[in-house]
């Protein structure tokens, strides 16, 4: 079955970022995101071993295996290389993930965070890729592609040994369009010069393109009051030729509303607007910032419980406001409910993790010169 990008929904629903109740999934709330979205004639969902802990596969089963049919959706999900050690841990990963979803097959199979490196690696060392192939002719996924943190030259490799990849998931977004290490601009066009299906990740940047400093906030509005500030972004990437779906990791149903409403009534972007917001990237990247997404896959295998997301996210805000005290006063609450800067050990699990290549361990030491020796 060849994959026809046009068939597929341009709004995809990430499992990565699920509303939470008390520390866990708010099924009740996720159930309520999962109906509005599938009767807006969404219907692509996407997942992985590792989000949440393993509970987003386990979420799959309650909100859409239990209670729809197998035709109204399309699911994703990925097989990761830091949890394959022999070709046999290939299927051990597999199957346990058909068990967590309840699934028979997924619509849509990838190798997670394709890398120079450790992750590259690994899936060639364990044939993972004519494992993949032999699957989809067992039939148990449809399409087999895989997602993509790498170098264009890699990616170039990638696609001229693998000619059976059927689409490449990609970090993509108007801030990064031309950042040296996430290279969402070449990675585009090395994709849609082939012609390959591209599924967008992190289209508003872990939500930093979701809400903005005033400044820039304003100047969309200045322009078009009537869209939401999360609409420029995803616009964005819609508007580019090749896109078949572009994730959206929602945790709140008013996020689901207002992304619904961006594509069911889709607009691309005007000239003015592409100028406009040329000018917000400009005005944005003047000040140095980390590029932390939240993706918190550094956190669950942290030694000593750093909550690092949260960390770089207060390094921005005291880069951006050196005078505000807010970020000491987040900084004392969260190390009261987890492991301070300071205590890192410099082991480098969350570097050998890091979608964004971020240099994290340097990172901690900065924290700890701005909110540990103040």
Request: proline share 5%; glycine share 6%; net charge negative.
């Amino acid at each position: 079955m060849s994959l026809n990008r046009n068939e597929m929904p341009k709004l995809g629903f990430g499992l990565m970022r699920l509303p939470l109740k008390d520390g866990v999934i708010d099924m009740d709330t996720l159930c309520k995101m999962v109906d509005l979205y599938l009767e807006s004639g969404f219907n692509y969902f996407d997942t992985a071993y590792v989000y949440h802990g393993g509970e987003s596969e386990k979420a799959v089963r309650k909100v859409l295996i239990e209670r729809y049919d197998r035709d109204r959706f399309t699911l994703a999900t990925k097989l990761p290389a830091w949890f394959i050690h022999s070709e046999e841990d290939r299927d051990k990963v597999f199957n346990e993930q058909l068990e967590r979803c309840g699934a028979e097959y997924f619509d849509y199979y990838l190798l997670h965070s394709l890398e120079d490196g450790n992750n590259y690696d690994t899936y060639v060392k364990y044939d993972c890729f004519s494992w993949g192939v032999k699957k989809r002719e067992e039939g148990k996924i449809r399409h087999f592609g895989f997602s993509f943190h790498g170098t264009p030259e890699l990616l170039v490799k990638v696609l001229d040994e693998h000619p059976e990849i059927e689409f490449v998931q990609i970090q993509l977004n108007y801030a990064d369009w031309d950042n040296p290490i996430v290279h969402s601009g070449k990675l585009y066009e090395i994709l849609n010069s082939r012609n390959i299906p591209i599924i967008v990740m992190e289209p508003v940047k872990g939500g930093f393109l979701a809400k903005m400093d005033k400044e820039y906030e304003d100047l969309f509005k200045a322009l078009r009051p009537d869209k939401s500030i999360a609409s420029w972004a995803l616009r964005f990437a819609g508007s580019l030729d090749g896109v078949a779906t572009i994730l959206s990791g929602m945790s709140l149903p008013c996020q689901m509303e207002d992304n619904i409403d961006t594509f069911k009534n889709f607009e691309p972007l005007s000239d003015e607007e592409k100028e406009l917001i040329n000018k917000v990237r400009e005005k944005m990247l003047s000040v140095p910032l980390i590029g932390c997404t939240s993706c918190r896959y550094c956190v669950d295998g942290c030694p000593m419980s750093i909550s690092i997301p949260d960390i770089m996210s207060t390094i921005n805000t005291r880069r951006k406001f050196p005078n505000d005290n807010r970020p000491q006063f987040f900084y004392n609450g969260l190390t009261d409910r987890s492991g301070k800067a300071s205590d890192c050990i410099a082991c480098g699990q969350c570097e050998g993790v890091c979608p964004q290549h971020l240099n994290i361990i340097e990172l901690l030491k900065e924290a700890v010169l701005r909110f540990e020796q103040g």
